[in-house]
């Protein structure tokens, strides 16, 4: 099945503010702000579906545009790859996050897609055992979408490894069909209904437990404590800055908050704090020492035993907090030696880089927004994420450019090319590529594109003006 899309018009002038219309369709991300954002798998699953395609042909639309050639590898036969897009973690925090959080962003114009990932904890927190193995879901979330007549979709909490039951409604996420009882379909298919399985087409918030249910057990309380934990930080992460404080992580920050919170909690002694959280005193040491990023494990784990927030402990904003009487331990205050200074982590003037992609627009000679991206030293799928509707403009302007570049070549070497067709007709001689690579270079034949088409015109107007 083949896609099409409708590309921009091309125009001839991009005015200064004028953003270009989407390639792709720009749907309006779901739950922003609250706990039960919506992940980028399922956006893009939802895309999809808006443009009536595979999720296959979708995929391979933006892979192409990511990294040319990506998609056809696979022994060098022609329509075949190993590229699997759902075994990418494009809602996680790493590089193929960044990649098509960017790119669905400058296809779509949508600027909060970055929210639908984790990439706001990159450098704060490790990679290691973040995401889930298995594609898991919320049955009572997914009916309640249907119940009140919202469109059901995957939530960004359900790909955490370690969340594992639902903070609203404190249900165990499940992986299998309640129907067929397979696994892996919830979004691994070429077609793809958010909240239906892929493989018996049945709705998977169906079965729902009848009855009351069991009082949660001490480990259950414990789960449901992490889950809460966690759905506070994605409503914190997915919060515009226009409707509520800014959410910026600094590792930094933080770890001069774990100090603080060693200091006040255990007078300094890292042996009690590695206690309080059941690890090991060489693992504290390795933390103040290296000052690295830390698992959401470890984290939840600061978070619960000293009464604090995540988004606020990975932000280091401390101000007004103070431990509780009955967790604090009397320890002796020692003075430690200052720990290694590290290079804080660089914060980009998004505005001043706004106004410098606007001044971009007004230059005579038209960049790439690559090129323009490497001139700030920033990589240019931030530039898409952070400013889209600039960095769209420039591209937009710069492919203009090229396309205007690429005529005037092609109008130079056809002139070239009749100069030689008109020597040849003033000699009687055939008009032949053979004859005519005799009097222009052999760069003039390379170049010119679709060489046989213009002969044969240039060979139609030689003999109509001998006609004549």
């Known amino acids: 099945m083949s896609i099409l899309f409708a590309l921009p018009p091309v125009t001839t002038q991009t005015a200064v503010g004028l953003t270009p219309r989407s390639t792709l369709h720009a749907l309006p991300p779901l739950g922003l702000g609250t706990s039960e954002v919506e992940s980028l798998t399922s956006y893009f699953c939802r895309l999809a579906n808006s443009h009536a395609c595979t999720t296959n042909d979708l995929s391979k639309f933006i892979i192409e545009r990511i990294e040319p050639g990506r998609w056809e590898t ?24 960044l990649s098509w959080a960017g790119m669905l962003s400058a296809l779509t114009g949508v600027t909060t897609l970055r929210q639908l990932t984790l990439l706001p904890l990159q450098g704060c927190v490790a990679s290691k055992g973040l995401m889930a193995t298995q594609a898991r879901w919320c049955p009572h979330c997914l009916a309640e979408d249907q119940r009140e007549g919202r469109q059901p979709y995957f939530r960004l909490a359900w790909d955490i490894s370690m969340n594992r039951i639902c903070s609203r409604h404190h249900a165990e996420l499940v992986a299998r069909c309640p129907h067929c009882s397979a696994s892996n379909i919830r979004h691994t298919a070429n077609f793809v209904v958010p909240g239906w399985c892929t493989a018996c087409d049945c709705f998977l918030g169906s079965f729902l437990p009848e009855g009351q249910a069991a009082p949660p057990t001490v480990e259950q309380k414990l789960e449901i404590e992490q889950a809460r934990c966690i759905g506070q930080l994605l409503a914190a992460m997915s919060t515009s800055p226009k409707t509520g404080p800014s959410f910026t992580p600094d590792i930094a920050s933080f770890h001069q908050g774990i ?6 909690m255990d007078g300094g002694v890292a042996a009690h704090f590695a206690r ?28 619960t035993h000293c009464s604090i927030s995540l988004a606020s402990l990975l932000q ?33 003037d998004w505005d001043a880089i706004r106004q410098h992609l606007q001044s971009e627009l007004n230059e005579a000679e038209p960049r790439s927004v690559t090129a323009i991206a490497k ?8 530039l898409y ?3 889209t509707a600039e960095a769209r403009a420039l591209g937009e302007r710069y492919v203009q450019h090229l396309r205007q570049r690429a005529l005037k070549t092609q109008a130079v070497l056809h002139e070239e090319l009749q100069r030689a067709c008109q020597t040849l007709r003033d000699n009687d001689e055939a008009i032949t590529v053979a004859q005519v690579a005799n009097l222009v270079a052999p760069k003039t034949l390379n170049s010119t594109r679709h060489l046989y088409t213009v002969l044969s015109n240039l060979t139609g107007h030689a003999a109509n003006d001998a006609t004549a």
């Open 74 to 97: 696979h022994q060098g036969t022609s329509g075949k790859s190993r590229f699997v897009w759902y075994q990418r973690s494009i809602s996680g925090l790493g590089d193929s996050a």
């Open 259 to 264: 100090e603080r919170l060693i200091g006040d």
């Open 276 to 303: 309080r959280l059941g690890v090991r005193k060489s693992t504290i040491h390795y933390w103040r020492t290296s000052r690295t990023p830390l698992t959401l494990d470890v984290l939840v784990r600061i978070a």
């Open 316 to 348: 280091g904003k401390l101000k007004g907090w103070h431990p509780s009487s009955t967790i604090q331990q009397l320890a002796l205050k020692l003075d430690y030696p200052p720990t290694k200074q590290h290079r804080p982590k660089r914060q980009h």
């Open 375 to 382: 001139a700030l030293d920033i990589d240019v799928r931030h």
């Open 385 to 387: 994420i952070q400013a």
